[in-house]
């Protein structure tokens, strides 16, 4: 699996404040994220070693240091870096969406599905990001709550729109629907993945679309899958 990298320097993460993303997006970066996301959805953090990492991604454990200061450093970018990457994913939908014509309505639909084809394409950092909600007493607890925030931010942002166009009602609740959206894709998008695999991501696109037609827009017809 692969878990592609957004940069975003700075000496909390491991890398030096105002490092180039030419720095941060190496190969042997990406093979450390690949390694580190795939042993401890299978074992757990506490569990997986920085050895097992270094062995895994074929390299030396000096190397892993080399680039993150410790086991910590390297998860809680590993997130950082992982869910940025689904809110750009997430962005650029909406923003295609709109491009083409689209209602905001529309846009969340294109959010919907783009959100789908990037969990079956990283599942396992998936995993890792909704069981870290759960938990309150890790040390990158801050840094975790600064990405969904961004995540979050930019449902936000498509709701308001169209709040402010009159596709949506001025009472609704936008943060709180977005928190509703994104938890959606991402507890049904593991739910597929885990549970119902023989279905294609059109059904569960298609399934999804209904539920916000139905319950965001107010009703009509899901889009075509």
């Given at each position: 699996m692969?878990?592609?990298?957004?940069?975003?320097?700075g000496a909390g993460n491991g890398t030096a404040p105002g490092a180039s993303p030419g720095a941060r997006r190496t190969p042997t970066r990406r093979r450390l994220f690949d390694a580190a996301v795939?042993?401890?959805a299978e074992q757990g953090f506490s569990a997986t070693t920085v050895d097992?990492?270094?062995?895994r991604a074929g390299v030396a454990k000096g190397t892993v240091y080399y680039n993150f200061a410790s086991k910590n450093v390297l998860y809680e970018e590993l997130l950082r870096d992982g869910i940025d990457l689904l809110a750009d994913s997430l962005r650029q939908a909406a923003d295609s969406a709109t491009a083409r014509g689209g209602t905001r309505i529309d846009a969340l639909d294109a959010m919907i599905r783009a959100g789908l084809d990037f969990i079956a394409c990283s599942p396992a950092l998936i995993q890792l990001y909704v069981a870290e909600l759960w938990r309150t007493n890790r040390t990158?607890?801050?840094?975790l709550t600064s990405v969904r925030g961004r995540?979050?931010?930019v449902v936000e942002a498509v709701l308001r729109e169209a709040v402010e166009a009159?596709?949506?009602s001025g009472e609704l609740?936008?943060?709180l629907t977005a928190s509703a959206l994104l938890g959606m894709v991402l507890v049904a998008a593991l739910d597929w993945q885990s549970f119902q695999p023989d279905r294609s991501v059109e059904e569960v696109h298609a399934a999804l679309s209904r539920l916000l037609q139905g319950r965001?827009?107010?009703?009509g017809q899901a889009p075509p899958a």
């Open positions: 692969s878990v592609p990298q957004v940069s975003r320097g795939t042993l401890i097992e990492i270094a062995e990158w607890r801050a840094t995540a979050q931010s009159g596709e949506l609740d936008i943060p965001v827009g107010g009703g």
